[in-house]
């Protein structure tokens, strides 16, 4: 299926979100508005309407987004648009444009900007949480066991609930635990 690319600049409307979606990855949304100005018959320029567009920013698009943009900021958006329609509970139909996010960046035609590249680590923070939060479930599991259970045989469970190394798990099979 072909998808819609569009690039809007207007203004951010409200200050950034910060979400997480049911699997635990998290994103930044924000909504802008996007007026459209006409020269009149007089010469002078008018508002004409506007649009307003829902953004949603994933990864590190979406944390250096949730950093760097503020209410009332000139942007420019660039990603795959989407329109949802609904009906509400009064039975009148309600429809959204929603944006997801490829590039976003402040318009300089209203004013200077400084760029500052974001550290791999301040990104990653929270993968490297998770890691550290599985190295200790494993060296958890690797302390309540007799030994290594993925260097052999799958541990079996004695009557009393501890965990034992099956037969076959000898001391040439045993795998150092990383601190």
Do not use: C
Request: hydrophobic share 35%; aromatic share 6%.
């Amino acid at each position: 299926m072909n998808e819609v690319e569009i690039t809007v600049a207007g203004r951010v409307v409200a200050d950034p979100e910060h979400r997480e979606t049911g699997q635990g990855r998290t994103f930044t949304t924000f909504r802008i508005a996007s007026t459209v100005r006409r020269r009149n018959r007089e010469g002078v320029f008018v508002d004409v309407s506007t649009s307003f567009y829902n953004v949603a920013a994933f990864r590190s698009l979406g944390m250096n987004s949730h950093g760097s943009l503020r209410k009332g900021d000139p942007v420019v958006v660039h990603g795959r648009l989407t329109i949802n329609s609904w009906q509400r509970a009064d039975d009148s139909w309600g429809s959204s444009a929603d944006i997801e996010a490829v590039s976003v960046g402040h318009d300089l035609t209203f004013g200077t900007t400084e760029y500052a590249k974001a550290s791999r680590g301040v990104v990653d923070s929270l993968a490297q949480e998770a890691g550290a939060h599985g190295l200790d479930r494993m060296t958890e599991r690797y302390e309540q066991a007799d030994g290594p259970a993925w260097a052999g045989a799958a541990p079996s469970t004695t009557a009393d609930g501890e965990a034992s190394a099956s037969e076959g798990d000898g001391e040439d099979a045993a795998v150092p635990v990383p601190a």
